[in-house]
């Protein structure tokens, strides 16, 4: 089973500046990761899919990167609507069983 | 614009079964393109993936639940539908309905609003 560990926990950040969030796999999940954002009151949104490609819809200052057991999901210039909880996400195996990590939570500082 | 709405009790008593349903309108749940999920969200757990159904009634299951859930799926109605057995206050949280391409199946791009189910006497 493929565990998914997010770093930090939570993270400060001022708006307009630059927020760097972490996901590690357990094993490789090649390029099968996903990157999602829930506000509160609100299902996921899908952000980032394939580590690096932007759903439809989402600005371009959502960036993804990483292969393997390391990914990361990068926000330039946070805005205020931009805080919120970020999970990331495996699809490499099927059945998937345990596929999200624990989640960031992206505040203002 | 493809949406998905959960429906069913927001209350069960232990031991008893939760049902839920996911209408689907905007699209066919009959297109080859697409699993339809049910993930829950619970304070203790995150987010966990119970299971997935296609159109033609093939079903997926999370091991740690499996024992406990069927899905099923109603093309005439465009529905899935979710059925958990023997619940105890675990089983409480958020359950959303969504869709998955099936390309990547556990990929999920298109989720309802969610729905609180309490189990509690």
């Known amino acids: 089973e493929i565990v998914l560990t997010q770093s930090p926990a939570t993270l400060s950040v001022s708006p307009g500046e630059r927020a760097t969030l972490s996901c590690r796999a357990s094993q490789s999940v090649s390029s099968n990761l996903a990157w999602y954002q829930q506000k509160p009151g609100q299902a996921p949104r899908l952000l980032i899919y394939g580590a690096s490609t932007r759903a439809t819809g989402i600005p371009d200052r959502f960036s993804g990167s990483g292969s393997g057991t390391e990914f990361t999901l990068t926000i330039s210039s946070l805005q205020s609507e931009d805080f919120a909880l970020y999970y990331c996400?495996?699809?490499?195996?099927?059945?998937?069983?345990?596929?999200f990590g624990q989640g960031t939570k992206l505040e203002i500082k | 614009q493809l949406q998905l709405q959960e429906s069913g009790p927001g209350l069960v008593k232990p031991s008893e079964t939760l049902s839920l349903t996911c209408t689907v309108s905007g699209g066919s749940i009959r297109s080859s393109s697409y699993y339809w999920a049910w993930i829950r969200q619970s304070p203790g757990k995150g987010l966990e993936w119970i299971g997935s159904v296609y159109y033609s009634g093939a079903t997926y299951y999370n091991p740690s639940l499996k024992s406990r859930v069927t899905i099923s799926v109603d093309t005439s109605k465009n529905q899935f539908s979710l059925k958990l057995s023997s619940v105890t206050a675990a089983d409480t949280a958020v359950y959303y309905c969504a869709r998955a391409l099936t390309s990547a199946r556990a990929l999920f791009d298109d989720w309802g609003q969610g729905t609180l189910v309490t189990v509690s006497s």
């Open positions: 996400q495996q699809y490499h195996n099927w059945p998937p069983g345990y596929t």
